[in-house]
């Protein structure tokens, strides 16, 4: 399997900045806003809070997973790098589906590790609830766009570009790779671990229940009502009988409602710079850096049984042999989770959770912020909201500001010191990337 | 010698005669299923093409749902998704017919169950699907 080196030189993430998660065409405050102005707003906060100016930064990566369809770009950086004052400074644009913003980081720490740039940003944007506005009927991406007009993205347009993702030659005319993302990893967990169904269907509502109480303390998230809000409204007499209820319908074969993303639009960056760089580059800075230890990748593509888990055993594997880290040491978690699935069984392949029980820990609430282990402190992809490739740096954003000691009502009992971020998406990309605080 | 070559068409046009073709490593005989270039397994730069029996075993199940189907599967009858071994090696994620509910329930503690392949026409191209053998 694959193997990674030390890097050249250690490399921190000095600066984050992150949009709110939002239905941008919803509201009039927000309805036209456009890629430079959100990627524009996560980058200036992001070099705000590392104390640099754009002038500092040497150059930048650009994140979007679908900029054809949501922007009706090709060269996404090219065209927004003067909002945020990098007018003529390099660029590059990647794509990794719901792994770029993890992926993000990966390469920007690549990049200062190499010796090439000291101090770069890494952004990501998406508009993962709106296209650009048509001038006419019969809009397709080939037509002209309006230049700030935008109009909401139905499920059904969705779902057609998610089919992009997988493999024209097998994946899509096999069938079973594309439809088995959403519910192998709990049939997987099922047989392996010996629960029941039913268990299993619990397990998967706490974990919209935690993300929720999570995102309820988070201004960022999108969706911030609790399940027992929300259930003692309805006339339930407590919040899992909602859970089960036909307000929370079964979608999937174990999967239900509330454990799928909410897509929405949003931003978020990060200012990573060489860390011997620091009192030179970011002489105001007025936090800790967060020094990134490691990043382990692997990927699989749709066909292959068990994608996901197989490929985070593998990056996991990577980042633990090449740091010397131990699952014992991760004081905090996060995981994509746009299946809510996700969340449990990369807890569990990082050995952050015991094998087999992590189940319990999520039913007991213990992972929740306030909880022992927390997981996805900010309300994860049903609840924070998953602005696709903007995900991955808002649980960096997240991830450092609860290392900071920053996320106030939300802030975990525990300072974190040592986090492990489990990027996924893109059918199928992994990075598992292991975060420590400077002291 | 490493040929540019219409792999994924000569796949095709295989599932069109019925038959299952993949390819197989002359280094270490892994198979390739559905076919590419270069063996996975030890890295060889070649594969031949081979034709596989189509027998197999499926190791997981999962029932398709209202996010996991689409109108046209409908035509597959009762069906599943799952992990499928052929017995060439190869391992790869596949639609299985004849699984409903009730029979995953019976099936799950007898995993892996034996299965063999057969072609399913779709608009314009007949792929390739597994039905449990005891059907
Ligand atoms: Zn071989």
Known sequence: MGKIGKLNRSVSIIGVGCTPFMYTVDNEETNGLTEGELFGYAALKAMEDAGVSPQDVDFYFHGEASPLNGS????????????????????????????????????????????????????????????????????????????YKREKMTMDRFLATTMWLYDRCYARSMMAPM????????????????????????????????????????????????????????????????????????????????????????????????????????KNLKHKPIEVLGIGNAACEATTPHFEIRATEEAVRQVYENTGVKPEELDIFFANDFIITSHLISAEIAGYLPWGEGWKYICEGRT???????????????????????????????????????????????????????????????????????? | MIKLEKVVQRFYEGLEEGKFLGRKCPVCGNVEFPPVYACNK?????????????????????????????????????????????????????????????????????????????????????TVVFVLDEE
């Not at chain 1, 010996?194 to 268990?199: E, F, K, P, R």
């Open chain 1, 179 to 282: 439809e088995l993302i959403y519910d192998d990893a709990a049939e997987d967990y099922v047989r392996t671990r010996g629960i029941t169904a039913q268990q299993m269907d619990d397990t998967l509502n706490w974990m919209a229940i935690n993300n929720r109480r999570n995102a309820a303390k988070n201004p960022l998230a999108i969706e911030r009502r609790e399940f027992e809000d929300i259930a003692k409204e309805k006339g339930f007499p407590d919040v899992m009988s909602y859970m089960r209820s036909p307000y929370n319908p079964r979608m999937g074969d174990f999967l239900r409602m509330e454990g799928v993303e909410r897509k929405c639009d949003g931003a978020a960056a990060a200012i990573v710079c060489a860390t011997d760089m620091i009192p030179q580059i970011a």
């Open chain 2, 42 to 126: 030890c890295g060889s730069l070649e594969t031949e093409w081979v034709e596989c029996s189509g027998k197999g075993v499926m190791k997981s199940i999962v029932m398709p749902a209202a996010l996991s189907s689409k109108p046209e599967y409908a035509q597959m009858g009762q069906y599943a998704y799952g992990e499928v071994e052929l017995e060439e090696g190869a391992c790869f994620n596949a639609v299985v017919k004849g699984i409903n509910k009730r029979k995953r329930k019976e099936l799950m503690p007898k995993l892996p169950v034996p299965v063999h392949a057969e072609t399913f026409q779709r608009n314009g191209y007949k």
């Open chain 1, 72 to 147: 009706n770009y090709l060269t996404p950086n090219i065209q927004i790098g003067n909002w945020f004052g990098m007018k003529g400074k390099g660029s590059i644009h990647h794509s990794e589906a719901c792994c770029t913003g993890y992926l993000a980081i990966d390469q920007a720490v690549n990049a200062v590790a190499s010796g090439k740039f000291d101090c770069v940003l890494t952004g990501c944007v998406e508009f993962g609830d709106s296209v650009p506005a048509p001038f006419g009927p019969n809009d397709t991406v080939e037509t002209p766009k309006h230049p």
């Open chain 1, 368 to 439: 929740a912020y306030d909880g022992d282990k927390p997981i996805n402190t900010n309300g994860g992809r049903t609840s924070f909201g998953h602005a696709h490739a903007a995900s991955g740096l808002a649980d960096v954003y997240e991830c450092c500001m609860q290392m900071r000691g920053e996320c106030g009502e939300r802030q975990v009992k525990k300072l974190p010191k040592t986090a492990m971020l489990r990027g996924y998406g893109g059918a199928q990309n992994i990075a598992a990337i292991l975060l420590r605080t400077i002291d």
